[in-house]
């Protein structure tokens, strides 16, 4: 069920009926095809759903079947016009690298860079769940960031997955980008997946279900569900809020009665090579060096 995919000189990708090649020899229940369609004008999608619910699945046919057409060959997928792709820039999944001495979280880093650095409008761009490996503000500000540069600034054809739904507010502001979300549906205490891509934004991540259909211990489920409605509830006079109408830049903004700050090291370390520049050690007092000294750790406190 192979079909013969348009390569053609208009820019985009858009199938109908798109499935994963491996995953539908694999699986035991029946495939749940799905379309795409990426164009000069709705160049991003914002993907969200439910763990398990088929996001990255639905990113890796999309690369798959754009690859398979460029090496010649017929697609699992159907009606496809697949326009002009320079490379496939993929930020999926999480491993670190010891040998080396980088976290998980710097080889998304790095990762992501090598994205933002490289890709161009004709390019192929898979985002999984940027910002994950570090604190929820600064994880959801670097998703946010990465996403507003890659549709602003790249232009590129870009499935962005995440489960921080804040993301979905970009669509009121970037024209060239779209929400849509793959579903489930809950019965009682268990939850079914739908696999089926559909526009606008999710409501829910079902992250407390899949727990449970891991095999997490009950009892730990059942606090878990206490300590989430303790913070729903604390949080929602004092929810952050992101809008990109209060910053010039539209950059995130979190808006609470009191936000906690971290240090800016690189920040600091900028005033301190600033001041260290003016120092002439050999010309200095050991008064003059021991003032520096202060001044310097003032910098830092």
């Known amino acids: 069920d192979y079909h013969c995919p348009d390569l053609c000189a208009q820019s985009g990708i858009h199938f109908n009926q798109g499935r994963h090649p491996v995953v539908e020899q694999v699986s035991d229940a029946p ?15 914002v993907i969200t759903g439910p763990n398990m619910g088929g996001k990255s699945t639905y990113m890796r046919q999309t690369a798959l079947i754009v690859l398979m057409a460029y090496i010649g060959s017929y697609i699992p997928a159907q009606d496809a016009k697949i326009g002009p ?30 994205i933002l650095n490289n890709a161009t409008a004709n390019s192929l761009v898979l985002m999984d769940e940027i910002g994950r490996g570090t604190s929820t503000y600064d994880g959801l500000s670097l998703a946010w960031a990465c ?3 890659l549709a602003t600034n790249l232009q590129s054809f870009t499935l962005f ?22 579903d489930a549906v809950e019965h ?63 950059s995130p903004v979190c808006s609470q009665e009191k936000v906690e700050t971290q240090l800016d090291l690189l920040a600091s370390v900028s005033e301190a090579e600033d001041l260290l520049q003016t120092i002439q050690p050999d010309d200095l007092t050991p008064k003059q060096a021991l003032d520096y000294l202060y001044q310097l750790k003032k910098l830092v406190r």
């Open 147 to 149: 996403a507003e540069y």
């Open 188 to 250: 009682g205490d268990t939850i079914r997946f739908m696999h089926a891509v559909q526009d606008g934004a999710a409501n829910k991540s079902y992250g407390l279900q899949v727990a449970q259909l891991a095999g997490v211990p009950k009892q730990v489920v059942l606090a878990a569900k206490r300590k989430l409605h303790e913070l729903e509830t604390g949080a929602t006079a004092n929810k952050p809020i992101l809008s990109p109408e209060t910053t010039a830049s539209s």
């Open 161 to 182: 997955a995440t489960h921080y739904f804040e993301l979905t507010g970009l669509a009121d502001s970037l024209p060239e980008l779209a929400n849509v979300h793959l």
């Open 31 to 45: 495939f749940i095809a799905n379309p795409i369609d990426v164009n000069p004008a709705r160049r991003m999608l």
């Open 85 to 114: 792709i320079d490379r496939i820039f993929t930020r999926i999944g999480a491993s670190d690298d010891l040998a080396s001495g980088r976290s998980t979280f710097m080889v998304e880093m790095t990762e992501t860079a090598n």
